[in-house]
């Protein structure tokens, strides 16, 4: 299942699968830690879980599949896997901010200044490459 605003990204690979427990009736609890708690796409990500899981021989369809937003653990861009890493940086020019190390540019690794710190969505930050002046959107935690 592809993150909805990063089409070609999983969200295995941006660390929001934690647990999959199949019951012996065929039943299926699929745990996911979000991004944040106010993420507009939660429940369309819910969704495509449940469908992508029903297709899985010997489950029964959407109605035996929960899925569950975790509060424990908290999610952190230490989740997100290298692979999606470099492909939000080619595709989507989004870097992660990790601790308080400057943003490098995905484009030229230059660092960024932060613009906004405020973004297209919450869990994201508008940044301005010092360099070749490129905006860079800035996930965090």
């Known amino acids: 299942v ?6 070609g990204i999983s969200i295995v690979d941006l660390g929001l699968l934690e647990a999959i427990d199949v019951q012996p009736d065929g ?11 106010g993420c507009p796409a939660l429940a369309m990500i819910a969704e495509d879980v449940r469908h ?8 029964t ?13 908290v999610w ?3 989740r997100v896997t290298d692979d999606a890493r470099r492909t ?16 490098p540019c995905p484009r030229c690794g230059a660092d960024t ?3 906004s710190m405020f973004g297209p969505s919450r ?9 070749c002046t490129e905006v860079v959107e800035v996930m965090r935690a």
């Open 2 to 7: 592809d993150d909805p605003e990063y089409p």
């Open 27 to 37: 039943d299926v609890v699929v745990g996911l830690v979000p991004t944040f708690s």
């Open 52 to 59: 992508a899981v029903a297709d899985v021989d010997g489950v």
């Open 61 to 73: 369809g959407p109605q035996a599949v929960n899925v569950r937003w975790l509060s424990s653990p």
């Open 76 to 78: 952190t861009v230490d």
């Open 88 to 103: 939000m940086a080619r595709e989507f020019t989004v870097a992660l901010r990790i601790g308080r190390d400057p943003v």
């Open 113 to 115: 200044t932060e613009n």
């Open 123 to 131: 869990c994201r930050a508008v940044h301005v490459c010092q360099s």
